[in-house]
């Protein structure tokens, strides 16, 4: 009889403050003994050469979701799951949407109903509020946050989920008062519907004036906007998939003035730019999301964003459509950029992708690497330190990399729906060959050895502990543990 489930042996520990050699004891699924200890394992990986990491966690992705045009994701939350673990990342969190006219009780019952059976890592839901009505905002949303959904999310575009600037603060009001954090999809509707019916109207479809229409500027107006409102309500914000320097700068004044305005920036802002969205016939469809990828300067921009510490974290917003008419072409050959089905996949190679471009490069450490794609997602959503650190009593969902490992991307060997991604061609080095979740090898060098149905709700209380409301609070005005910068 072993005096551990398992032992993690001779790894390099890298959480987001520390690196150092360590062994790794787990028992019932959590972290129990970790440096040099005495006994054994039922079970011992040898994890020389390794960096053992916390698992990632994505706190921006679509699974099993309709949209509000009615297209389903490609991905339910067993393959989402799945091709989550493969990368490295051990937790979820995705949207249970509201559409105009639905009742929140029920949204977030069906969603419930569809992860349990599927989910093979733990999962959590932020709630999409598409119609804040009276009794939403006096009983709905306060039950839901009560029930673990401690995140709301908010459209300012999309013309069956948006929501007016009294709507926001609205629902800000009711997130502050129940310690929820809001995130918003800031883009300015008027300037981006105004622009795409001109370009259609002149006879201009093809994906690439997908990103013509949604303009810098829209971003820009919408976030600044948005902090006007947030500051007003005295709420926290979040700003999800944020593209632009111009929208990085607004955030960047706002969190000088003290304000709580979070951001977030995703792979495809890092990596991909408008020219993708710009090839034959429709295959620009496959790159097109909201915001779209701009340019090498808006790229730039993104990376010194997550660096300073405007942004906290990097998220796939993975949004998973088939390159045919049942995602992303409703209309076949004739689906013009206003149709194409928003979003693009990500789930599994964000990890690889960050660590090979920002750790292999150096402009990332290891340690800001771990902060950005797993702790700081753990301390904003309410998860910490149960998920997002490597520490004696946390869950032992860890992610065993190896830094030396590389490959090329190709389509099929990404283990979502999806059937095509928009990196494939790219080179990675780093690769997480063996993944835990509470304790169990889900992943063993490239063998999936997870049932059905394993994962886990994540039932997160309301955030009001995390994040002081006030402005006048002094660990908000430091930035305290959700700011800090990554440099300088
Ligand atoms: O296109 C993107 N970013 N994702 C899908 C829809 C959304 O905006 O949430
Ligand atoms: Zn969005
Ligand atoms: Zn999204």
Not at 33 to 39: D, E, Q, S
């Amino acid at each position: 009889m072993a005096d551990f489930d398992l032992v993690i042996r001779n790894g390099t520990v890298v959480t987001a403050e520390h690196t150092f050699d360590a062994d790794i004891a787990i028992s019932d699924g959590l972290i129990v003994a970790l440096g040099k200890f005495t006994g054994t394992g039922d079970r011992e990986i040898d994890a020389t050469s390794k960096l053992v990491l916390p698992g990632g966690i994505d706190s921006h992705t679509h699974i099993e979701q309709l949209s509000a045009a009615g297209v389903m994701n490609a991905d339910d939350f067993h393959s989402a799951t799945v091709s989550a673990a493969f990368g490295g990342t051990t937790t979820t969190i995705s949207f249970a949407a509201q559409h105009r006219g639905m009742q929140i009780p029920q949204v977030v019952a069906e969603y419930h109903e569809r992860a349990a059976p599927k989910a093979v890592i733990d999962y959590a839901f932020h709630l999409i509020v598409a119609d804040p009505t009276p009794e939403t905002l006096a009983d709905h949303l306060p039950s839901a946050i009560e029930g673990g959904v401690a995140s709301l999310k908010l459209y300012m575009t999309y013309d069956r989920l948006m929501v007016d600037d009294r709507q926001i603060l609205e629902v800000l009001t009711v997130a502050r008062s129940h310690g929820a954090l809001t995130m918003v999809h800031a883009e300015n509707h008027g300037m981006i519907g105004w622009m795409s019916d001109r370009v259609v109207g002149d006879g201009n479809t093809l994906p690439r004036y997908h990103a013509v229409c949604h303009t810098r500027g829209a971003e820009a107006e919408a976030i600044h906007r948005l902090i006007a409102l947030s500051e007003l309500a005295d709420a926290p914000v979040l700003i999800v998939h944020v593209s632009t320097p111009e929208g990085i700068d607004q955030i960047r004044q706002a969190r000088a003035r003290g304000l709580k305005v979070y951001g977030e920036t995703c792979p495809q802002y890092l990596f991909l730019t408008s020219d993708d969205l710009d090839r034959g016939g429709l295959d620009g469809a496959m790159f097109c999301c909201s915001p779209p990828p701009r340019d090498a300067v808006s790229q730039e921009a993104c990376w010194e964003g997550l660096l300073d510490g405007t942004l906290q974290v990097y998220s796939s917003d993975h949004a998973p459509f088939r390159f045919d008419a049942s995602g992303k072409l409703p209309n076949g050959a004739q689906t013009t950029f206003k149709e194409i089905a928003n979003g693009v996949p990500g789930l599994e190679l964000r990890l690889p992708m960050l660590y090979t471009e920002g750790v292999g490069s150096g402009r990332l450490t290891p340690n800001q690497f771990v902060d950005i794609t797993s702790t700081q997602h753990a301390r904003i959503y309410g998860l910490y330190p149960k998920k997002g650190t490597i520490a004696v009593g946390s869950d032992a969902d860890l992610a065993i990399w190896d830094p030396e490992r590389e490959l090329e991307i190709t389509h099929d060997m990404i283990h979502d729906n999806v059937g095509y991604t928009p990196y494939a061609g790219r080179r990675l080095r780093g690769w997480p060959d063996t993944v835990l979740s509470r304790g169990d090898v889900i992943i063993d060098d490239g063998v999936l050895h997870a049932e059905r149905g394993r994962g886990r709700f994540l039932h997160r209380g309301g955030l009001a502990s995390a994040i002081p409301l006030g402005r006048d609070v002094p660990e908000i005005r430091q930035m305290g543990a959700w700011g800090t910068p990554l440099r300088r």
